[in-house]
């Protein structure tokens, strides 16, 4: 996994994530309690290792076989266990959700199982209500729904991935709030104004993983418009 950053790239998610760009939101002046390094109290406290995660993954069972679904799964939550510290692990919550009737997935005993692939690490998981079919096909929707409940039960940062995604970068997550860290302080915005995305070796300039912070539902309530259904989503949020 890399974070892009738009102007000074670290290098990090087949799709790969390998560092990060950065593109600050268009919010106006900063708010006012700025100390004289660019951070109020709050911010320090939302900039520290102790913020939460909430990695957003909707599954779906469609396409693959069974066996070659749960090859890709593990090697995702592997990828996951092996780019993050203990610490790092405790933190961070992996937020399932599948499609309602889903014929692999939809069951006690899929739920049971993938629980079973998460508790070999320190990461946290949890399940969203099955999505029902009005949300079939409408990605941007799902997306909105499972970060907006994330912000709600505490994370401090959301960020959606995929089951076919591994991450090559160790430490990603302490960059990435680097990156947050040094837009509040260079532009003088409250600390979350801004998109991280994580670079995607597949599809490099893109910015196929934005990481929010909740400061931005705090300021829009959602993550974007429902004009966005199905695509388009990740450039919106980065530009």
Known sequence: MRLQNEEACPSWAASHLDGCKSCSSALGKPTPGVLADGENNEQRAACSSDAKW?????????????NAFWARLQDSITSLERSLSCHDQKRTTLFVAHDLRDPLLDSDEARRRITTMVSKTKLQVRFAAPLPPALEGKLCWIWDFMAQNAVKAGADFVVLLGDDVTIETEGWQDEVEREFRDVSRQRQLPFGAA???????????????????RFHFEVFGSLFPKEFKNQHGDPFLFE
């Not at 991280?196 to 196929?208: C, H, K, N, V, W």
């Open 54 to 66: 909430t990695l957003i993954l909707p599954i779906t069972s469609e396409g693959s076989t069974t």
């Open 195 to 213: 998109c991280i995305a994580l670079r995607d070796s597949s599809f490099p300039g893109f910015p196929s993983f934005p990481v929010i912070h």
